[in-house]
């Protein structure tokens, strides 16, 4: 079946970094874009970014822009995502998503199952 | 504050039909072909039930329609059943890789 599989549950402190992992199994990732969206708790979902087939280019939504970063490998097939300068705003579960092969293919599928990252002191 | 406003809940009896709408600006929904719809149960990730406007998943009812009238774009759930109980986003491209969610309808079933 194809899915995307996420690294599992992490608590950071405030101020540090976390790093978020999503492999695929049973689909291709290579040729489509991958997104980054994320829920914090009760909320909706929120697009965080998206990186270009082969890792070529990133954008980023403006919120996010400095503080986030995003690298895929096409060689074992994982993207990650990496937020730093955490604040307790940042909890959070973080979804990894299929995109299409063009910057506008507007079909996020499959989803990873979710990371969640909570920022405690 | 999403750019794409969704009511936050919307509830109808089984059987009934309910209609989701996510009204948003010009620049956000001026592209129906470029306008998705997610379905989330709780604990779960959402999955895509419409896109590029007004492509069918694989697998979904056609219970499920939308429909589009100037920057309001809509999604029609007919004979509402209990498993449609869940959250509903929808999505959109606003250009330059960017893209914005609605923030979500929870729907009810009575």
């Known amino acids: 079946q194809a899915q995307l599989f996420q690294s599992g549950t992490d608590v950071r402190r405030p101020g540090t970094s976390v790093n978020v992992s999503c492999e695929s199994s049973?689909?291709?990732?290579?040729?489509?874009?991958i997104h980054w969206v994320r829920q914090a708790p009760g909320q909706g979902l929120e697009w965080m970014g998206t990186?270009?087939?082969?890792?070529?280019?990133?954008t980023y939504a403006r919120k996010f822009r400095g503080r986030m970063s995003m690298t895929r490998d096409t060689a074992t097939t994982t993207a990650h995502m990496s937020l730093q300068s955490l604040t307790f705003e940042d909890t959070a579960v973080y979804y990894c998503?299929?995109?299409?092969?063009?910057?506008?293919?507007?079909?996020?599928?499959?989803w990873g199952q979710g990371t969640l990252v909570t920022v405690s002191s | 504050q999403s750019a794409l406003a969704q009511p936050a809940s919307v509830s109808a009896s089984p059987g009934q039909s309910i209609t989701l709408t996510c009204t948003g600006t010009?620049?956000?929904?001026?592209?129906?072909?470029?306008i998705s719809w997610y379905q989330q149960y709780p604990g779960k990730a959402p999955t895509v039930l419409i896109f590029?406007?007004?492509k069918r998943h694989s697998g979904l009812s056609n219970r499920f329609s939308v429909s589009k009238s100037g920057n309001t774009v809509s999604l029609t759930i007919s004979d509402l059943q209990a498993e449609d109980e869940a959250t509903y986003f929808c999505?959109?491209?606003?250009?330059?890789?960017?893209?914005?969610f609605g923030g979500g309808s929870r729907v009810t079933v009575l």
């Open positions: 049973g689909i291709d990732l290579n040729g489509h874009y």
């Open positions: 999505c959109a491209y606003v250009g330059s890789s960017i893209w914005v």
């Open positions: 010009s620049s956000a929904l001026g592209n129906y072909d470029l």
């Open positions: 990186i270009a087939p082969g890792g070529s280019h990133e």
């Open positions: 590029e406007g007004s």
């Open positions: 998503a299929r995109g299409g092969r063009r910057p506008d293919s507007n079909c996020f599928d499959p």
